[in-house]
């Protein structure tokens, strides 16, 4: 049998195989409410029937102005939950794990749709006005404001209250964002972080904040949510935030009631050199697993199912996430289990039966 498609325990929830969907934004959320829709209902629902183990809705901001974009989700209302709970619910329904990204930009935040070329909305063309760890710009974005003690504190809490939503709306796990340079990783990077408070200068200040976002939302949901945390593992600067500073925050973040980590990279530096390739951040999470025994996966050019397999059978991780071949096609699960020899009718849905995947997949002929 193929590990990719085996089942695994992460905390207290069971995912049928190791084939997770990676939250990608759609920037299709209703202006300003952050509603989901049916496009939400459809486009997940279309992930989860194609057999992924767990389905991580897209990142959902844990305030108006922490969106990347005005068109991303929101969990910062009691009137967002419904929209997201019929996405739970079917997620659910097709034997997948329902899991969403709870999320803050920061200094990267009021951009525009990808497919519209990015770049700046001011306030008066719908967007806002972005906070930050220091008032540092990214490129093309006016500076943010820098965040005072008092107002990190109500990102704390922002988080928690987000969380206690995302679990009122059905998701068996939560992810909170560390990572691609939004608010989190900023607060981690000594490149993005010059304050001088107790939230800037040394490791252990930097960490403090992603660590009381982390107990904050495990206090929120309970222990019978998988509490999961998505970092860059490095800057691919130096100096800047490395693989040495992100394992001992996986350490710290054990501590704290931490399930799994999903391990990326990059993000603070526009223009960072990274060395893209097949499974490229994979080794920085099989490094993370070995030194702190935590449940791992990574993303990032994992496109073949052979290589998928090899990363949990033989590279260390527990899990692999797929982002851009999911959008390509949702059946990749499907179509990958075939591949590998593997009979996906016990796990797939029935009215897909009629495909006769072994019969007709040209890796099979």
Same mark, same amino acid.
């Given at each position: 049998?193929? *590990?990719?498609?085996?089942?695994?325990?992460?905390?207290? @929830?069971?995912?049928?195989?190791?084939?997770?969907?990676?939250? #990608?934004?759609?920037?299709?959320?209703?202006? &300003?409410?952050?509603?989901?829709?049916?496009?939400?209902?459809?486009?997940?629902?279309?992930?989860?029937?194609?057999?992924?183990?767990?389905?991580?809705?897209?990142?959902?901001? $844990?305030?108006?102005?922490?969106?990347?974009?005005?068109?991303?989700?929101?969990?910062?209302?009691?009137?967002?939950?419904?929209?997201?709970?019929?996405?739970?619910?079917? !997620?659910?329904?097709?034997?997948? $794990?329902? /899991?969403?990204?709870?999320?803050?930009?920061?200094? *990267?935040?009021?951009?525009?749709?990808?497919?519209?070329?990015?770049?700046?909305?001011? +306030?008066?063309?719908?967007?806002? /006005?972005?906070?930050?760890?220091?008032? !540092?710009?990214? +490129?093309?974005?006016?500076?943010?404001?820098?965040?005072?003690?008092?107002?990190?504190?109500?990102?704390? &809490?922002?988080?928690?209250?987000?969380?206690?939503?995302?679990?009122?709306?059905?998701?068996?796990? !939560?992810?909170?964002? /560390? =990572?691609?340079?939004?608010?989190?990783?900023?607060?981690?990077? +000594?490149?993005?972080?010059?304050?001088?408070?107790?939230?800037?200068?040394?490791?252990?200040?930097?960490?403090?904040?992603?660590?009381?976002?982390?107990?904050?939302?495990?206090?929120?949901?309970?222990?019978?949510?998988?509490?999961?945390?998505?970092?860059?593992?490095?800057?691919?600067?130096?100096?800047?935030?490395?693989?040495?500073?992100?394992?001992?925050? =996986?350490?710290?973040?054990?501590?704290? %009631?931490?399930?799994?980590?999903?391990?990326?990279?990059? %993000?603070?530096?526009?223009?960072? *050199? @990274?060395?893209?390739?097949? =499974?490229?951040?994979?080794?920085?999470?099989?490094?993370?697993?070995?030194?702190?025994?935590?449940?791992?996966?990574?993303?990032g050019v994992i496109d073949t199912a052979p290589l998928a397999e090899s990363l949990v059978?033989?590279?260390?991780?527990?899990?692999? #996430?797929?982002?851009?071949?999911?959008?390509?096609?949702?059946?990749? +699960? !499907? $179509?990958?289990?075939?591949?590998?020899?593997?009979?996906?009718?016990?796990?797939?849905?029935?009215?897909?039966?009629?495909?006769?995947?072994?019969?007709?997949?040209?890796?099979?002929?």
């Amino acid at each position: 049998m193929a *590990k990719l498609f085996t089942p695994i325990q992460i905390g207290p @929830i069971t995912a049928k195989n190791r084939l997770w969907v990676s939250p #990608m934004c759609q920037y299709s959320a209703t202006g &300003q409410a952050g509603r989901a829709e049916a496009w939400h209902l459809v486009h997940y629902g279309a992930l989860a029937a194609g057999g992924a183990g767990l389905v991580m809705v897209e990142a959902t901001g $844990v305030v108006p102005h922490g969106r990347i974009t005005p068109w991303d989700l929101g969990l910062w209302d009691d009137a967002q939950i419904p929209g997201l709970a019929a996405v739970a619910d079917f !997620i659910k329904a097709q034997g997948a $794990v329902p /899991a969403i990204q709870l999320g803050h930009a920061g200094g *990267k935040a009021s951009t525009n749709k990808l497919w519209l070329g990015g770049g700046y909305v001011p +306030p008066e063309e719908g967007g806002f /006005a972005a906070d930050a760890a220091s008032a !540092i710009a990214f +490129p093309g974005l006016p500076v943010p404001h820098e965040l005072t003690e008092a107002e990190v504190g109500g990102v704390v &809490q922002a988080f928690a209250d987000a969380a206690r939503r995302a679990h009122d709306a059905g998701f068996e796990a !939560i992810e909170v964002h /560390a =990572a691609h340079g939004f608010l989190l990783h900023q607060f981690l990077s +000594p490149l993005s972080n010059s304050r001088s408070d107790r939230f800037g200068g040394s490791l252990e200040n930097r960490c403090r904040l992603v660590l009381e976002v982390l107990a904050a939302v495990r206090c929120a949901i309970g222990e019978s949510v998988a509490l999961v945390l998505r970092v860059s593992a490095t800057d691919w600067v130096d100096p800047g935030w490395d693989l040495e500073q992100t394992t001992q925050l =996986a350490a710290w973040a054990q501590q704290v %009631g931490l399930d799994h980590l999903d391990v990326s990279s990059g %993000g603070v530096v526009a223009d960072a *050199k @990274i060395p893209v390739g097949p =499974a490229y951040q994979a080794p920085f999470a099989a490094k993370i697993a070995q030194a702190t025994g935590l449940s791992v996966n990574s993303v990032g050019v994992i496109d073949t199912a052979p290589l998928a397999e090899s990363l949990v059978a033989e590279g260390g991780l527990d899990t692999v #996430m797929l982002g851009r071949p999911l959008l390509r096609d949702p059946h990749t +699960p !499907i $179509v990958w289990a075939t591949e590998l020899g593997e009979d996906p009718a016990a796990w797939s849905p029935p009215q897909y039966s009629m495909a006769a995947w072994r019969r007709y997949h040209p890796a099979i002929r």
